[in-house]
C-alpha cells in the first residue's frame, strides 16, 4: 500500500524571466515538494509556509506537464491567490481530447526526480496513464485509435528510459481497459482499449488494445524509439 500522487512538472519558455522562474518554483513546491518533503522527510517546504502560513496548520494528484506563467488564466487556484501567479489553461503543443499535453519525457523526468532525491523512496507503481480519444467504429468494424498507440508507446519507452537512469518501477497500468465513466466529464471522453457502445454494452477491441495485448506478449520488443514531435 502507499499514496497515490498527481504530480506535474512545470516548463516554462524563458528561463531567464524570473516571473516564470518563480512561477515555476511555486507550481513545483505546489504539485511535488508538498507532498514528497511531507512524506519523506517529515516536513512541509520553507516555501509552503512562506505562501500558506497558518493555513498549514489546519490543513491545506503525473499527470502531466504544466506549462507555467505570470500572465496567463489559471487553473490551480492556490497559487493564483497566494502567490499571485498561473499555470496556462492550454497547451502550446499537442492535446489529448481532454486538452491535457502530452509530455512522456515529464513522466520520465518525474521518475528519475524522485529516484534522485530520496533514498528512501519505495519501487514505484504507475497506477493510471493513458489518453482520451474519442475514435469510433470505422466502416470496417475495427477502431483505429492511432493516436493512443503512439501515446502509450512513447511513454513506456519513457519509461523504459527512467528505468534505465535508476528508478525503480515495478509495475504499469494502463488507463483504462474499457471506455467508462469519466469522474469530470462524464461519458464524454474515452479512455479506454476496449470501445463500449453505451446504448447497446457491446465491447469491441481497439487497435490499441490489440497493440497493447503484443505488447505485453513481446515484453515491450515492439516499442518504436519516440513516434512522435511533441515539442
Known sequence: MGPVLSQSHPDVDNVFDKKQMRAAEVFDMNQYLFWMEAFFNGKYPDLAWEL??????NVVNTRIGHEVSADHPNRARVIDELAGLSMLSTSM???????????????EDLLVRWTNTYSNLP???????????DDGISEDGEIHDDRRILYLNDHLIAILSAMKRGADIRGYMQWSMMDNFEWAVGYAKRFGIVHVDYQTQKRTIKDSGHWYRKTIEENGRNLKERTVDFA
Not at 500558506?52 to 496548520?57: A, E, F, I, S, T
Not at 503543443?93 to 513522466?107: E, F, Q, S
Not at 519501487?123 to 480519444?133: D, H, K, L, M, R
Open 52 to 57: 500558506y502560513g497558518d493555513r498549514l496548520k
Open 93 to 107: 503543443g499537442n492535446v489529448t481530447d481532454m486538452g491535457w499535453p502530452i509530455t512522456p519525457y515529464g513522466l
Open 123 to 133: 519501487p514505484i507503481y504507475i497506477t493510471e496513464n493513458g489518453a482520451a480519444y
